[in-house]
């Protein structure tokens, strides 16, 4: 097997002045804290610009490692499918969607499950699938996969079937109609919002205090609860907050936040950080105290995506990074309620997507 002679410097104990790998990984908490500090955010939607792929007419990368974002390993994009068009079919790892806008169904091992604005779709790992617009209008989705992670540990695979591109009618019209929201023999594998229960029932995490009145108003989408298994990818809530309203203060491992419809700002780490409908907050996997504020006139709707991985380490070490409730002055847990006057006193954020600090 070919070895490098950087691998063989590693293993050397401090040969030349290079740092032995031992050296590096008691190095490696304080490095990895201190980048949280110099990282993005907030994915800005309005700087990103679209590309076109094999699968996607309009496509836009907007959460990942890859653009500078200390994730654990999970990507998320956004994709626009023209009016009379259809996406790529592909197969790759889990995948969760949630459809932004627009109308029509997405052919998912063999199966057909239409969708509207406000469906959520769950794609087991390594199932064929395919998204068509049968509406009028472009139609967009966000997308969720953990192709990062896979990637590190040797089992990323993305296999293209066939190209995005117009649709014939008469293969439209060959396509039977959907006859349920299950998988044959199978999971769930759709949701509509208007479906979406507002208690979650027996799930387990939203019986932690760290969980108890975090929001004014959560619905629960790709849940076991709902019938759905995720295993490393969901696309779990959509939390609202009306106006003057701030969501309750908690800390915990990582989660990304997409903002549905209004403008506010999170204090994540007493930093603030501004953002408006299209952004991606991303909440990184530091156990930063954070709180939400929607200081608008119109209510905030924030689609929350949460990645297995991160229960994965909780299980590891629960009395590290289980979820845990933050409390003020007097130990009184901050929960969602009305912005006072004084509740806010964070620091804007230096940092804007991309990685640079302003200067200014
Ligand atoms: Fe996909
Ligand atoms: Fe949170």
Same mark, same amino acid.
């Given at each position: 097997?070919?070895?490098?002679?950087?691998?063989?410097?590693?293993?050397?104990?401090?040969?030349?002045?290079?740092?032995?790998?031992?050296?590096?990984?008691?190095?490696?908490?304080?490095?990895?804290?201190?980048?949280?500090?110099?990282?993005?955010?907030?994915?800005?939607?309005?700087?990103?610009?679209?590309?076109?792929?094999?699968?996607?007419?309009?496509?836009?990368?907007?959460?990942?490692?890859?653009?500078?974002?200390?994730?654990?390993?999970?990507?998320?994009?956004?994709?626009?499918?023209?009016?009379?068009?259809?996406?790529?079919?592909?197969?790759?790892?889990?995948?969760?969607?949630?459809?932004?806008?627009?109308?029509?169904?997405?052919?998912?091992?063999?199966?057909?499950?239409?969708?509207?604005?406000?469906?959520?779709?769950?794609?087991?790992?390594?199932?064929?699938?395919?998204?068509?617009?049968?509406?009028?209008?472009?139609?967009?989705?966000?997308?969720?996969?953990?192709?990062?992670?896979?990637?590190?540990?040797?089992?990323?695979?993305?296999?293209?079937?066939? *190209?995005? +591109?117009?649709?014939?009618? @008469?293969? $439209? #019209? &060959?396509?039977?109609? /959907?006859?349920?929201?299950?998988?044959?023999?199978?999971?769930?594998?759709?949701?509509?919002?208007?479906?979406?229960?507002? *208690?979650? +029932?027996?799930?387990?995490? @939203?019986? $932690? #205090? &760290?969980?108890?009145? /975090?929001?004014?108003?959560?619905?629960?989408?790709?849940?076991?609860?709902?019938?759905?298994?995720?295993?490393?990818?969901?696309?779990?809530?959509?939390?609202?907050?009306?106006?003057?309203?701030?969501?309750?203060?908690?800390?915990?491992?990582?989660?990304?936040?997409?903002?549905?419809?209004?403008?506010?700002?999170?204090?994540?780490?007493?930093?603030?950080?501004?953002?408006?409908?299209?952004?991606?907050?991303?909440?990184?996997?530091?156990?930063?105290?954070?709180?939400?504020?929607?200081?608008?006139?119109?209510?905030?709707?924030?689609?929350?995506?949460?990645?297995?991985?991160?229960?994965?380490?909780?299980?590891?070490?629960?009395?590290?990074?289980?979820?845990?409730?933050?409390?003020?002055?007097?130990?009184?847990?901050?929960?969602?309620?009305?912005?006072?006057?004084?509740?806010?006193?964070?620091?804007?954020?230096?940092?804007?997507?991309?990685?640079?600090?302003?200067?200014?």
């Amino acid at each position: 097997m070919a070895c490098s002679f950087g691998s063989l410097v590693k293993n050397a104990v401090g040969s030349n002045g290079v740092a032995n790998f031992y050296d590096e990984w008691l190095a490696a908490g304080e490095r990895i804290q201190g980048a949280f500090r110099n990282s993005p955010m907030v994915a800005r939607d309005a700087d990103i610009p679209w590309i076109r792929t094999r699968q996607d007419a309009k496509v836009k990368l907007m959460v990942s490692n890859s653009l500078g974002f200390p994730t654990m390993g999970g990507t998320v994009l956004k994709g626009e499918i023209p009016a009379g068009w259809h996406t790529g079919k592909h197969a790759h790892g889990e995948e969760s969607l949630h459809i932004l806008r627009g109308r029509g169904f997405s052919v998912i091992d063999g199966q057909r499950f239409d969708w509207h604005e406000g469906s959520t779709l769950q794609v087991p790992y390594r199932a064929a699938h395919q998204h068509f617009n049968t509406g009028g209008e472009p139609a967009q989705y966000l997308s969720a996969m953990c192709f990062e992670l896979e990637e590190f540990v040797r089992l990323a695979k993305l296999e293209q079937l066939e *190209d995005c +591109g117009a649709t014939d009618p @008469a293969e $439209l #019209a &060959a396509i039977p109609p /959907q006859a349920s929201e299950y998988l044959r023999d199978g999971p769930r594998a759709l949701i509509h919002l208007e479906d979406a229960p507002t *208690d979650p +029932g027996d799930e387990p995490t @939203a019986q $932690l #205090a &760290a969980n108890q009145k /975090q929001h004014h108003l959560t619905k629960y989408l790709v849940f076991p609860r709902n019938g759905f298994k995720p295993a490393s990818v969901a696309m779990a809530h959509v939390f609202e907050e009306p106006p003057g309203h701030h969501s309750g203060r908690h800390k915990h491992l990582e989660a990304m936040l997409y903002v549905l419809s209004g403008e506010g700002h999170s204090e994540m780490g007493g930093v603030r950080q501004r953002w408006q409908a299209g952004d991606l907050l991303h909440v990184p996997p530091a156990m930063w105290e954070h709180e939400h504020f929607n200081e608008g006139d119109k209510a905030c709707r924030l689609l929350r995506i949460q990645f297995g991985i991160r229960f994965w380490f909780t299980n590891i070490w629960p009395d590290g990074y289980t979820s845990r409730r933050a409390t003020d002055e007097l130990g009184r847990p901050i929960q969602a309620g009305r912005i006072e006057a004084d509740a806010n006193a964070a620091v804007e954020s230096p940092v804007e997507a991309g990685g640079a600090a302003l200067t200014s």
